[in-house]
């Protein structure tokens, strides 16, 4: 199960790169004066916000929910080990005591 959840971390968290890097700057509503703005939006020229902050807010938010359910479960892990088919380890003796001789 983490496994997965690893592998959808790593793939929302390259989508949210790729999704801002595509994203045009502030400095870029010259364009739209001149009518090219109309066709980044969603619903239109009257749209609240283009498709791409919308799906910017989408991995933002399955970022931060699999970063917080990957730390509760690196929190909470069972105390199990790889190593439950092998022997007990050898316990080594210490080193012989004096039997009460001392010089």
Request: aromatic share 8%; glycine share 8%.
């Amino acid at each position: 199960m983490t496994l997965i959840l690893i592998i959808v971390h790593v793939f929302v968290c390259i989508a949210l790169i790729m999704i801002v890097l595509f994203q045009t700057g502030k400095g870029a509503d010259m364009g739209a004066a001149f009518g090219g703005g109309s066709s980044q939006t969603l619903f239109g020229s009257t749209g609240a916000s283009t498709f791409l902050s919308k799906a910017t807010t989408v991995a933002a938010i399955i970022f931060m929910v699999t970063s917080l359910w990957l730390a509760y479960n690196s929190s909470h892990k069972r105390d199990t080990s790889i190593m439950k088919d092998t022997k007990a380890p050898i316990e080594q003796k210490s080193a012989p005591e004096n039997s009460g001789q001392e010089k």
